[in-house]
């Protein structure tokens, strides 16, 4: 198989494909190119392997996507599992410092352990979730102040709440307008560059964060628009995006805007230009940015509503053991 597997790789790497995601393409492409026939010593004698759909659970699949696997792990190692998503990036401050949130979007649940488990998907952080766990490199939370430790508590359960009430939003809109799909993919990268430029070292970093927030709450409200009406104002000044709002005005005060740069300095800041912007000021900004694009996410309309829905999944059987 290698050979066939060598040149199905460099097909599927110049589409795009991340490596995560290769072994199970490759396989299927391997069976579909390079396999004719298959005898299970059935009463039928030798056939063709068919669909995924009708080999999926055969022993003979199974091998043939353990070696696809073990191909793609030989030739690149860990760098197999850098793709996979841990979460949505955010940031939260503590004591005047920001430190990096990978939020988690989905919970699981065993059932029946190695065999079948609950897949949750959340629009809040859960009561039994430790949000302070999900800070990156973060500090000794036994050692500090009382007060440090709740606020920093608190305000990752913000920051996290707000992030995974919007993905959840975007996860149940069924989308026909492919400007309303344009505009919702690029709301989530926004924020989560916003948030890895404010901890990185260096005011530059800061600046340049302040354009993510601005394109993530512009294109918020545009999305708003667009489904609503179908179009929206091509300006990037945020006030005239929220007035300008067919039907009810976004769910949040008008004022929140007041606490983000306007955009001619919002543009500015893109370039490293500007005056310096503390830590405080900028965080300011970022949580005004979540606040606006999750209430402005609220009132898109959705045909599926998964903020507490629950999703019983078992091993696919080409990665069972038996």
């Not at 809109?173 to 993919?185: A, C, G, I, W």
């Not at 989530?188 to 948030?195: D, G, S, V, Y």
């Not at 370039?271 to 949580?287: K, L, M, N, V």
């Amino acid at each position: 198989m290698d050979a066939s597997l060598d040149v199905i790789d460099r097909i599927i790497a110049k589409e795009g494909t991340p490596l995560h995601l290769r072994p199970m393409l490759a396989a299927t492409h391997f069976v579909e190119l390079c396999i004719l026939e298959v005898d299970e010593r059935s009463e039928g004698g030798p056939a063709p392997p068919g669909e995924l759909k009708d080999y999926a659970a055969s022993k003979w699949f199974r091998l043939v996507y353990r070696h696809t696997e073990q191909w793609y792990r030989d030739r690149f190692g860990e760098a197999m599992d850098a793709g996979r998503s841990a979460g949505r990036d955010a940031v939260v401050l503590i004591r005047d410092t920001p430190y990096l949130l990978k939020v988690p979007l989905t919970t699981k649940e065993a059932e029946t352990p190695g065999e079948t488990t609950w897949l949750c998907f959340h629009d809040a952080v859960q009561p039994d979730e430790n949000v302070l766990g999900w800070v990156q490199n973060g500090p000794n939370f036994k050692n500090l102040a009382a007060g440090d430790a709740k606020s920093a508590h608190r305000i990752a359960k913000e920051v996290a709440t707000k992030l995974r009430a919007t993905h959840i939003v975007f996860m149940g809109m069924e989308v026909s307008d492919p400007t309303v799909l344009e505009l919702r993919d690029s709301i989530l990268p926004h924020m989560e560059r916003a948030a890895r430029h404010l901890v990185e070292p260096g005011s530059e970093q800061t600046k340049i964060a302040h354009w993510d927030m601005q394109m993530a709450c512009e294109l918020a409200l545009k999305t708003l628009a667009q489904q609503r009406a179908g179009s929206f104002k091509e300006t990037h000044d945020l006030f005239i995006l929220y007035d300008r709002t067919p039907g009810e005005p976004p769910p949040f005060a008008r004022a929140e805007l007041s606490k983000l740069p306007n955009w001619e300095k919002m543009a500015e800041l893109r370039y490293g230009g500007g005056p310096h912007i503390g830590t405080r000021e900028a965080f300011r900004s970022y949580r005004t940015m979540m606040t606006v694009v999750a209430a402005s996410a609220s009132a898109l309309k959705v045909k599926y509503g998964l903020g507490k829905a629950r999703f019983l999944i078992q091993r696919p059987p080409w990665m069972r053991d038996e």
